[in-house]
């Protein structure tokens, strides 16, 4: 898995960081925490400057479903 890092800037959220990179937050906070242990320990508003790794998520795994009927 591929990863990237990221550096927070001041009054970020981890949903906010996560929306911002995958388009969504929903298994993906948590992804990020999974690959960021640490993470957990940091308070809701983050501190600025502080790197955390971003997993690339190949594109087959991240394919929006189609809802044909109501």
Known sequence: ???????????????EIAW??????TGYVELILEVNP???K???ILPSGL????????ASQDKQQVQLWD
């Open 1 to 15: 898995m591929t990863m990237q890092s990221y550096r927070t800037v001041a009054g970020q959220t981890l949903d």
């Open 51 to 58: 790197i955390i790794q971003l997993p690339d998520i190949p």
């Open 20 to 25: 911002r990179f995958y388009g969504k937050t």
């Open 42 to 44: 940091q308070p809701t």
């Open 38 to 40: 640490n993470l957990s």
